[in-house]
């Protein structure tokens, strides 16, 4: 009995040990595979929020990393991607996170350029209610197309709220909260970027975190 049951043990413990170098072996043959598909996707992303027609530079090859938790949601340092033209910072799309949606964080990304004008807004990351909440991502919903063109003045503030406090975005029928925490996260994101440009296009092209 004994003889048996520790037979059975070195059976399953071979067998976990072979199921463990099985998934080491595939994840090593297809990180790369999915590190390039990452960047295809974000190309894809980055191309959808600031026109081609401005810029000359491949974008996802100009990250540098901006570390700024009251404005972009997180202690961690998010990248920011610059556009250039001839060699001169024209926009941003800048990573940001919206730590108080109704089911977490929220990801995002915001593309502005230097007039302070939002280009395109895509949601990267979200576990938001499905039907409701999940009309932030553009798959969904229209709704991120809202913030194409807006900027903000010490005038119409008020305005970069959802209807229901008084701002001019829409809210979600029977989803208020996601939509409320979205746009006070684009808000944040871009008046961090309108009071700190310049620093921010100063610092190195480099997205690789120590």
Same mark, same amino acid.
């Given at each position: 009995?004994?003889?048996?049951?520790?037979?059975?043990?070195?059976?399953?413990?071979?067998?976990a040990?072979?199921?463990?170098a099985?998934?080491?072996? =595939?994840?090593h043959?297809?990180? !790369?595979?999915?590190?390039?598909q990452?960047?295809?996707?974000l190309?894809?992303v980055?191309?959808?929020?600031?026109?081609d027609?401005?810029?000359?530079?491949q974008?996802? !090859?100009?990250?540098?990393?901006?570390?700024?938790?009251?404005?972009?949601?997180?202690?961690?340092?998010?990248?920011?991607?610059?556009?250039?033209?001839?060699?001169?910072?024209?926009?941003?799309?800048?990573?940001?996170?919206?730590? !108080?949606?109704? *089911?977490?964080?929220?990801k995002m990304? =915001?593309?502005?350029?230097n007039?302070?004008v939002?280009?395109? =807004?895509?949601?990267?990351?979200?576990?938001?209610?499905?039907?409701l909440?999940?009309?932030?991502?553009?798959?969904?919903?229209?709704? =991120?197309? *809202?913030?194409?063109?807006?900027?903000?003045?010490p005038?119409?503030?008020?305005?970069?709220?959802?209807?229901?406090?008084?701002?001019?975005?829409d809210?979600?029928?029977?989803?208020?909260?996601?939509?409320?925490?979205?746009?006070?996260?684009?808000?944040?994101?871009?008046?961090?970027?309108?009071?700190n440009? !310049?620093?921010?296009?100063?610092?190195?092209?480099?997205?690789?975190i120590?």
């Amino acid at each position: 009995m004994k003889k048996s049951m520790l037979r059975n043990g070195l059976i399953l413990a071979l067998f976990a040990l072979i199921c463990t170098a099985l998934v080491a072996v =595939v994840n090593h043959l297809t990180a !790369d595979k999915i590190v390039a598909q990452e960047k295809l996707e974000l190309g894809r992303v980055l191309h959808q929020i600031i026109p081609d027609k401005i810029h000359d530079n491949q974008l996802t !090859d100009y990250c540098t990393l901006v570390h700024a938790p009251k404005a972009l949601g997180t202690d961690n340092p998010l990248p920011a991607y610059v556009a250039t033209k001839d060699g001169k910072p024209v926009a941003i799309a800048m990573e940001s996170i919206a730590p !108080d949606g109704y *089911s977490g964080d929220i990801k995002m990304i =915001v593309a502005i350029n230097n007039a302070g004008v939002v280009l395109g =807004v895509r949601t990267l990351y979200q576990q938001e209610t499905p039907g409701l909440g999940d009309k932030i991502d553009i798959r969904k919903s229209n709704w =991120v197309e *809202s913030f194409v063109g807006k900027f903000i003045t010490p005038e119409n503030e008020q305005e970069w709220h959802v209807k229901k406090d008084g701002g001019e975005f829409d809210q979600f029928t029977g989803a208020t909260i996601t939509p409320r925490a979205y746009v006070k996260a684009v808000k944040k994101t871009l008046l961090y970027f309108n009071a700190n440009k !310049d620093s921010i296009y100063k610092q190195p092209i480099n997205c690789e975190i120590n």
